[in-house]
């Protein structure tokens, strides 16, 4: 199934049905009165978070959605009936937004709670409800109320614990298939990974966490080339980053380099990002002969000027994982002590610094 990530629909809430004039008639009954009942309300538009939903595109291609009209009143006493409310069921996560003013109209975080995006138009009033000791007759009654419409637009911004960042090829698609269960699309060549994959990690017996792989971001990523740019967004509710470096690149670039490039595009794109905790990830170091790792490692961390937590691991070969996947599971698991639920946690997090972990050569 095609990734999508944003739309823009129109939406429409039924406009209530109208009020009836009607006067009861029946034999040896010469003044029944009113009898006009009122009009139905129109039907409502909510959205809904749904597990089971992953991508926007069904929104893609349906860009018109109306709820139906509340009946008109009737004689007899008989009220319209009220519409259907519809109900548009969309991947937690998503952020409904007024597409003229750019207003947050809902946050869709919670599986299966009801959002109210548009709301139907009142039934008009027959005239029965007129009645009164002073006007016996009532000939007024009302229309119904018109529905909201709005035009909306819609961004998914993913739910997971941790992202990883990287360049092309650093080795995060290879790195989330080993530590969790998701099955992202794995090759010798840049640019592999078109768009976020999403894996739980199983750390111990109830004690789990959801990871991210986005694309590979490139040096002016924050002016458009590439395609990571495109989903940094889905990093925002994060707790946690993971700068995965190439500690290996097949065209001999200068890792330290490469994470500086990152780094400043990162801080290009959002401040909050890159305020954001952010542990380096040493990946691929099984191609780096075993007497030269240690050297690597020691100017990589002093040219780069990096006092965060480091890792050194090799996905493909899972050495270095556990501790690496551990250390992770409590960091996420503080934060989330730390920060109650409706709080968003992306401007106050503070990384918990645990020691570097070696890379394990047995």
Same mark, same amino acid.
């Given at each position: 199934?095609?990734?999508?990530?944003?739309?823009?629909?129109? !939406?429409?809430?039924?406009?209530?049905?109208?009020?009836?004039?009607?006067?009861?008639?029946?034999?040896?009954?010469?003044?029944?009165?009113?009898?006009?009942?009122?009009?139905?309300?129109?039907?409502?538009?909510?959205?809904?978070?749904?597990?089971?939903?992953?991508?926007?595109?069904?929104?893609?291609?349906?860009?018109?959605?109306?709820?139906?009209?509340?009946?008109?009143?009737?004689?007899?006493?008989?009220?319209?009936?009220?519409?259907?409310?519809?109900?548009?069921?969309?991947?937690?996560?998503?952020?409904?937004?007024?597409?003229?003013?750019?207003?947050?109209?809902?946050?869709?975080?919670?599986?299966?709670?009801?959002? #109210?995006?548009?709301?139907?138009?009142?039934?008009?009033?027959?005239?029965?409800?007129?009645?009164?000791?002073?006007?016996?007759?009532?000939?007024?009654?009302?229309?119904?109320?018109?529905?909201?419409?709005?035009?909306?637009?819609?961004?998914?911004?993913?739910?997971?614990?941790?992202?990883?960042?990287?360049?092309?090829?650093?080795?995060?698609?290879?790195?989330?298939?080993?530590?969790?269960?998701?099955?992202?699309?794995?090759?010798?060549?840049?640019?592999?990974?078109?768009?976020?994959?999403?894996?739980?990690?199983?750390?111990?017996?109830?004690?789990?966490?959801?990871?991210?792989?986005?694309?590979?971001?490139?040096?002016?990523?924050?002016?458009? @080339?590439?395609?990571?740019?495109?989903?940094?967004?889905?990093?925002?509710?994060?707790?946690? #980053?993971?700068?995965?470096?190439?500690?290996?690149?097949?065209?001999?670039?200068?890792?330290?380099?490469?994470?500086?490039?990152?780094?400043?595009?990162?801080?290009?794109?959002?401040?909050?990002?890159?305020?954001?905790?952010?542990? !380096?990830?040493?990946?691929?170091?099984?191609?780096?002969?075993?007497?030269?790792?240690?050297?690597?490692?020691?100017?990589?961390?002093?040219?780069?000027?990096?006092?965060?937590?480091?890792?050194? !691991?090799?996905?493909?070969?899972?050495?270095?994982?556990?501790?690496?996947?551990?250390?992770?599971?409590?960091?996420? @698991?503080?934060?989330?002590?730390?920060?109650?639920?409706?709080?968003?946690?992306?401007?106050?997090?503070?990384?918990?610094?645990?020691?570097?972990?070696?890379?394990?050569?047995?």
């Amino acid at each position: 199934m095609k990734f999508v990530d944003e739309a823009t629909i129109d !939406i429409a809430a039924g406009d209530g049905g109208a009020g009836c004039m009607s006067f009861r008639r029946e034999k040896f009954i010469p003044f029944g009165g009113p009898n006009g009942g009122d009009g139905g309300r129109g039907g409502n538009v909510f959205a809904v978070a749904d597990r089971n939903i992953n991508t926007l595109i069904d929104y893609r291609y349906a860009r018109r959605h109306e709820a139906r009209n509340g009946e008109a009143g009737r004689g007899s006493d008989q009220f319209g009936a009220a519409a259907e409310d519809i109900v548009l069921r969309m991947p937690v996560g998503t952020i409904v937004r007024d597409f003229e003013t750019d207003e947050v109209l809902a946050e869709l975080l919670d599986p299966d709670v009801k959002t #109210l995006l548009a709301k139907g138009g009142d039934g008009g009033f027959g005239n029965m409800h007129f009645k009164s000791s002073t006007n016996r007759a009532p000939r007024q009654k009302t229309p119904g109320w018109p529905g909201e419409a709005k035009k909306i637009k819609l961004e998914l911004r993913v739910l997971a614990d941790v992202g990883l960042l990287g360049l092309p090829n650093a080795g995060k698609s290879t790195l989330i298939a080993s530590i969790s269960n998701a099955r992202p699309k794995i090759a010798d060549y840049p640019f592999t990974t078109l768009h976020p994959n999403l894996g739980v990690v199983r750390a111990g017996p109830e004690r789990s966490f959801v990871v991210a792989d986005l694309p590979g971001l490139i040096e002016g990523a924050a002016e458009g @080339a590439g395609l990571g740019h495109l989903f940094l967004r889905h990093l925002q509710r994060t707790r946690l #980053l993971l700068h995965v470096v190439d500690m290996a690149a097949f065209d001999g670039g200068d890792p330290v380099a490469q994470a500086k490039a990152i780094i400043q595009e990162l801080r290009k794109y959002d401040e909050s990002l890159y305020q954001k905790p952010r542990w !380096i990830v040493l990946n691929k170091l099984d191609m780096v002969p075993a007497d030269e790792r240690a050297a690597l490692v020691k100017d990589f961390i002093k040219r780069l000027r990096w006092k965060g937590p480091v890792f050194q !691991i090799s996905a493909l070969a899972r050495e270095g994982l556990d501790p690496m996947v551990q250390a992770i599971y409590e960091h996420v @698991a503080a934060q989330k002590v730390q920060a109650p639920a409706e709080v968003d946690p992306r401007f106050d997090a503070k990384p918990v610094a645990p020691a570097p972990v070696g890379f394990d050569d047995d």
